[in-house]
């Protein structure tokens, strides 16, 4: 595996369309759940054990050879929200784009031709890992590491935060994104013999309301 | 004009002349500029002008509300189903240069879903001197700029002013109530822009966005030739 094809892939800057998404902060920040660094550290902290745990498990495990039709509907089946599973496959079908275009597979081709409107985004994630000749551990990080980087940034933009606290939230995060990495790993490498069941199904219901209320907004900065 | 690239062997990638199933796609003309200076208004007369002759479709790029795509409704410059809104995460330029997939995926979906058309027409949200277009988008691009924003504005230049295919200074029916020198901006774009051509109009004029279209078809020509 080449650790530089880590970097391409994880870069906040591959076109894959994550810029015009918050993960639920602007919903977050409109509510007045978020109005600062500590309490964007605490909405990372719960993304991260939930919504990114959930997609670095089906990154993981897409990665490492899993049937991608099986973790897409894993992964619907733990997404309550209607707006979070359009904006999922949204995602999905432009990671895959931008994932065909940098590194050509069959294996992604096929996955296209499956999924016209889109995978679920973690999934796709798990492929162009796979493609990129990177393992399971690297689709987790990457997973997991995009859970709380997207969010950080967009609270950036919606609070005029200052960017060093915003970085400083993510670098505090490291140590518990290593442990949430480690847990989606070792999920993953059991869906060979267990089947997609054993991927965690952590939920954080605010996440699901918040978009569901942000999708019927008229006015918003971010498409989630 | 013709898009060179080198991925012919991924239809991935949206740059492609040629659509999945082998015909030949929409010439797409993006228009950027800053806020207010007419791209929208630009766009519906476009529409209008074109829409008899050509099948078209738009795709508008809003800030943060879906204005631009309302308005365009709102006149029926064309039928709903032509036209489609981008949320662009408070970046407009990013969604039009840095990181287009959400915008080629409108186009894509536009040509999918109301059958073959001539001419997409990509609007980005109102935004400042630097923003372009990605060619990986477009085929041409259209930089509007207004009289009333300052006759500045040629000589301070900026990628959106010196490298687009076509220079738009619109508005020039309120150059003389906002002391605008048309001659000096006309003079500035030359210096900036060379060869490549400039439009002066004013869309409350009889001519409106006559020389605009005319510029579309030919652009349209060469890409069918």
């Not at chain 1, 209607?82 to 784009?97: F, I, P, T, Y």
């Not at chain 1, 997609?196 to 999708?215: D, K, R, W």
């Not at chain 2, 080629?104 to 001419?119: K, M, Q, S």
């Not at chain 2, 924003?149 to 900026?158: A, E, L, Q, S, T």
């Amino acid at each position: 595996m080449s650790r530089a094809a880590l970097l391409v892939l994880a870069d906040g800057r591959f076109p894959a369309g994550g810029h015009a998404h918050s993960g639920g902060a602007e919903a977050a920040v409109k509510a007045g759940r978020v109005t600062g660094a500590a309490s964007l550290e605490e909405f990372c902290r719960g993304r991260l054990h939930t919504a990114g745990l959930v997609s670095a498990a089906l990154a993981a495990a897409a990665a490492a050879g899993a049937d991608p039709v099986s973790l897409d509907a894993a992964a619907d089946a733990r997404t309550p929200s209607s707006a979070l599973r359009v904006a999922a496959r949204k995602l999905g079908r432009q990671l895959m784009r931008a994932a065909r275009a940098t590194w050509p597979s069959a294996e992604l081709d096929a996955v296209a031709r499956e999924f016209p409107k889109g995978a679920h985004q973690p999934v796709v994630l798990g492929l162009a890992a796979r493609a990129a000749g990177l393992g399971a551990v690297d689709a987790a990080y990457c997973s997991a590491y995009e859970s709380v980087s997207g969010a950080a940034s967009a609270t950036v933009r919606l609070l005029s935060l200052d960017p060093f606290d915003a970085t400083g939230v993510l670098a505090r995060l490291a140590p518990e994104l290593d442990r949430v990495a480690d847990a989606a790993v070792e999920a993953a490498r059991r869906v060979g013999d267990e089947g997609v069941e054993v991927l965690p199904a952590a939920s954080a219901p605010l996440l699901e309301i918040g978009a569901e209320v942000h999708a019927a907004w008229a006015v918003r900065l971010f498409a989630s | 004009m013709h898009l060179d690239h080198s991925h012919h062997h991924t239809p991935a990638v949206s740059a492609d002349a040629h659509r999945p199933d082998g015909s030949r796609r929409a010439l797409r003309v993006g228009l950027g500029g800053p806020v207010g200076s007419g791209k929208t208004a630009t766009v519906a007369a476009l529409c209008r002008a074109l829409r008899d002759e050509l099948s078209l479709a738009v795709v508008t790029n809003d800030i943060y509300t879906r204005e631009d795509a309302e308005f365009l409704l709102r006149e029926a410059v064309l039928p709903p189903e032509r036209i489609t809104a981008v949320e662009t995460g408070a970046c407009p330029h990013t969604a039009i240069r840095d990181d287009i997939s959400a915008n080629l995926e409108a186009v894509e979906d536009l040509e999918d879903e109301v059958g073959p058309l001539d001419l997409i027409l990509v609007e980005s949200g109102g935004d400042n001197l630097t923003a372009t277009f990605s060619k990986g988008l477009v085929d041409a691009q259209i930089f509007v700029i207004d009289v009333a924003g300052g006759d500045d504005i040629p000589r301070k230049g900026g990628p959106g002013v010196t490298t687009a295919d076509l220079l738009v200074v619109n508005k020039t029916d309120l150059a003389p109530y906002v002391g605008s020198d048309l001659a000096r901006m006309a003079a500035d774009a030359k210096a900036q822009r060379a060869e490549l051509p400039v439009v002066f109009q004013s869309l409350r004029s009889e001519a409106g966005v006559a020389d605009v279209a005319g510029w579309v078809r030919a652009r349209l020509a060469a890409w069918r030739a």
